[in-house]
Nanobody, 125 residues
Framework: EVQLVESGGGWVQPGGSLKLSCASS????????MSWVRRLPGKGLEWMSA????????YYADSVKGRFTISRDNAKNTLYLQLNSLKTEDTAMYYC??????????????????WGQGTQVTVSS
């Protein structure tokens, strides 16, 4: 059974930082691309970032490029997202997702087949 368990969310002031983690099990982690997505209040899922199976290639949405960093530790079956320079509009539920999409013309086209329960990030003063 595929399990993805996010952690590390919380409340932070604008300009602050958080590091999210996603512990994975039930599939061969080092064979799978992974993504982070978020659900903004009252809106649908927004893809933010992806990393390929070995962690060599990363992709970001324009809204988070330069502020968020995706990484993975295949020895620990764990995916990470470092969130810096947080803004109030980053307030959302953040999910990690097992991604069967791919890179096309240098851009990531996501296709999720599993995702976790999410961790809430709230940015406010």
């Amino acid at each position: 059974e595929v399990q993805l368990v996010e952690s590390g969310g919380g409340w932070v002031q604008p300009g602050g930082s958080l590091k999210l983690s996603c512990a994975s099990s039930g599939f061969t982690f080092n064979n799978s691309a992974m993504s982070w997505v978020r659900r903004l209040p009252g809106k649908g899922l927004e893809w933010m970032s992806a990393v390929n199976s070995v962690g060599e290639s990363t992709y970001y949405a324009d809204s988070v490029k330069g502020r968020f960093t995706i990484s993975r530790d295949n020895a620990k079956n764990t995916l990470y997202l470092q969130l810096n320079s947080l803004k109030t509009e980053d307030t959302a539920m953040y999910y990690c997702a097992k991604d069967v999409g791919g890179s096309y013309g240098g851009s990531w086209v996501p296709m999720y087949n599993y995702w976790g329960q999410g961790t809430q990030v709230t940015v406010s003063s």
